[in-house]
């Protein structure tokens, strides 16, 4: 008990540092791991002790950033439902899956209640952004990177608008995959036994995927990107998602030819170095990804095997 005690200020405190690191450089660097500390917290102290340390943790930082504390606790609290979601699902030793499933889903809930709570107070997200937009493009954009955009800047803006599902799903899918990553490692070294992702080289998307895929690449071919029709809107979101998606099953598959040939893992990491370096060549590992869900060629290599 005693332990657990040190453990849950320990976490407090990282939780303090991590909320008053927003308002400093440092924020590139720790506003990743902001569900992390009450993770932890959560898991390793009883309900009562959690509320209590949590509670005196947000009373710490508002007391030492006065006016500029109430943005800082509606960041954490922001994060507090899906630390609860995911911290549950730990403690009944879930399987990853559905932990990440469960904190992606409750972090992109939580964003579109925030945009219909914005709405009925009066304040428009979507207008502040697009102005947000239009006066960077017009002004901040440095010039070179202005020149590379289309002469309608009123295009790019309105194309920035429109992938907003996108970058909700993005943010939501960072921060679980990130949260889940780190607060594992931390809770198996403390002896907590929770379970992992399947390896990479086991993973398989469902074959639906594919044609969801392919109907929307035949629908994108035919659609005015320009448009602001409700297709084009959903394509515009749809498919950077299943091309991130089938791009990483590449990956996958290049994990199990590696394993398959019992050679070190030098053939994906190779890839993902790529792909960090030449963003273009995900729609070509995409490609890959697709063979590999549509086809058995994973069979076929065994028999050559």
């Given at each position: 008990m005693g332990n657990r005690s040190w453990q849950g200020i320990i976490w407090a405190i990282v939780t303090i540092a991590l909320l008053l690191s927003m308002m400093t450089p440092f924020i590139i660097f720790t506003v990743s791991f902001l569900m992390v500390p009450v993770l932890m917290l959560y898991v390793k102290s009883s309900t009562k002790r959690f509320v209590i340390m949590y509670v005196l943790s947000l009373l710490i930082v508002y007391a030492l950033t006065g006016l500029h504390g109430m943005f800082l606790l509606s960041v954490s609290l922001f994060f507090l439902p899906p630390v609860l979601v995911m911290g549950n699902l730990y403690k009944r030793k879930a399987a990853a899956r559905t932990v990440i499933t469960s904190g992606t889903v409750t972090l992109l809930a939580e964003s579109l209640l925030s945009l219909v709570i914005g709405y009925l107070l009066g304040f428009d997200p979507i207008s502040k952004f697009k102005q947000f937009m239009s006066d960077y493009v017009t002004t901040t954009m440095p010039p070179g990177l202005r020149e590379l955009l289309p002469n309608d800047h009123?295009?790019?803006?309105?194309?920035?608008?429109?992938?907003?599902?996108?970058?909700?799903?993005?943010?939501?899918l960072f921060y679980a995959f990130v949260s889940h990553g780190i607060t594992r490692w931390f809770l198996n070294k403390s002896g907590e036994g929770i379970p992992g992702l399947r390896p990479m080289r086991e993973r398989m998307l469902p074959k639906s995927f594919v044609w969801i895929y392919l109907i929307a690449f035949v629908l994108d071919l035919f659609i005015d990107p320009a448009s602001n029709s409700l297709i084009a809107t959903l394509l515009m979101n749809l498919l950077p998602i299943l091309v991130l998606a089938f791009a990483i099953q590449a990956l996958c598959f290049l994990f199990y030819i590696a394993h398959a040939n019992k050679w070190k893992p030098i053939l994906p990491i190779v890839a993902i170095v790529i792909l960090c370096f030449m963003p273009p060549f995900l729609f070509i590992y995409s490609l890959l990804g697709v063979f590999d869900v549509a086809f058995p060629i994973r069979e076929r290599f065994k028999k050559n095997l």
């Open positions: 009123d295009w790019y803006v309105n194309l920035m608008v429109q992938v907003i599902p996108l970058y909700l799903i993005l943010f939501a």
